[in-house]
């Protein structure tokens, strides 16, 4: 994507390059706590674009669809220089992260881009600013690129501690801006293999999940949701449609309605039935953040939308009906059905992307 790109705030120069390659402690996040984590993510040393990773190869064959899936909360990584740092509230909010997403959302069929350190040092999902003071406005999206307040809005970092605007912005240079360019790189290999650049248009799909447990009401309580316990399955973010045309999303809904009402009634019910709100509500607190507003805003001269998708985890992760967030196991089936549901979902609504139907 050559024409016009969306403005980033700082391009890639020599010595950012070098600076990531060369390796950095990390350690993993989850399993410091003694947490499920991924076998893959327990490595002691990587550089800037080890923490990235990807499968893009789909864009390259007959068929691919005009989607591309971001996962910019998964990551488990964090570089050890903070472990010390952190406060008990950092150590476990570090932890935090958007559970079972790569399981849900990754595709053989559709390309995806994940991110794998701890949203909570770099956030991929906020603006490239380095303002660590930032005020958190209630009922907004809180959180700057790197995170100086907790999950229960306590500080992470020791007194004294708090890094700095300069090691946030070498963090930043080191992985969010790999991940960025990854993004770019597959946004623009599949604009330029458009047959019709006027009516083909690409959907960036946003993972994310959200846990509704005891112990996360001060974030809900921020957000200004009265009763958590009534979170819908999905929640389809647009920014209000800032970031997404409207026959996109109302396509996107038609197809995921239909095609959960089309599963068979044992796999309905075992996704459903720790869900008390509705499957989807588009816009409903979690509306979609700096993804949506950098793809879907900057991006629609060009064809470019993006959806922010918030899964339920109560539809697809075990917990003690009183468990806190930590609580949790990683159930095969019911994540099995999400990732059928969700890539059955974006496939379906390819035909209106490539300008094929409308619908």
Not at 185 to 204: C, H, P, S, T, Y
Request: aromatic fraction near 10%.
């Amino acid at each position: 994507m050559t024409e016009h790109p969306p403005k980033f705030p700082f391009a890639d120069t020599d010595s950012r390059t070098e600076r990531r390659e060369k390796l950095e402690k990390v350690y993993n996040t989850l399993e410091a706590l003694g947490l499920p984590s991924r076998p893959e993510m327990r490595q002691e040393e990587i550089t800037g674009n080890e923490a990235v990773e990807s499968d893009t190869s789909p864009i390259a064959r007959d068929g691919c669809p005009n989607v591309i899936i971001g996962l910019p909360h998964a990551g488990e990584y964090a570089p050890e220089s903070l472990k010390d740092r952190l406060t008990e509230e950092g150590t476990e909010t570090l932890a935090l992260t958007d559970l079972g997403t790569p399981e849900i959302f990754k595709s053989k069929t559709i390309p995806w881009v994940k991110f794998g350190i701890s949203r909570f040092v770099v956030d991929p999902n906020r603006a490239p600013e380095f303002d660590l003071d930032k005020k958190y406005e209630k009922g907004k999206a809180p959180g700057t690129i790197l995170w100086t307040k907790g999950a229960k809005f306590g500080p992470m970092y020791k007194e004294d501690m708090q890094p700095t605007a300069e090691e946030a912005e070498n963090w930043a240079e080191r992985y969010y801006l790999p991940y960025y360019n990854t993004v770019m790189g597959a946004v623009g290999a599949m604009a330029d293999k458009r047959q019709n650049r006027k009516e083909e248009r690409i959907l960036l799909v946003d993972g994310h999940s959200f846990p509704v447990t005891a112990d996360t009401k001060t974030w809900y309580d921020h957000y200004g949701i009265p009763d958590p316990e009534m979170m819908p399955m999905f929640i389809l973010g647009t920014r209000d449609g800032e970031g997404c045309d409207d026959d996109i999303i109302e396509a996107f809904e038609k197809a995921l309605k239909t095609n959960y009402e089309s599963l068979p009634e044992d796999e309905k019910k075992l996704i459903s039935e720790d869900i008390k709100g509705e499957l989807f509500i588009r816009n409903y607190y979690m509306k979609g953040v700096h993804n949506v507003k950098f793809w879907g805003g900057a991006g629609r001269n060009m064809g470019v939308n993006a959806l922010q998708i918030e899964c339920n985890e109560r539809a697809y992760m075990d917990r003690p009906k009183s468990g806190d967030w930590k609580d949790f196991s990683y159930n095969e089936q019911k994540m099995a059905i999400m990732h059928s549901l969700i890539e059955k979902t974006c496939l379906d609504i390819d035909q209106l992307l490539k300008g094929q139907t409308k619908q």
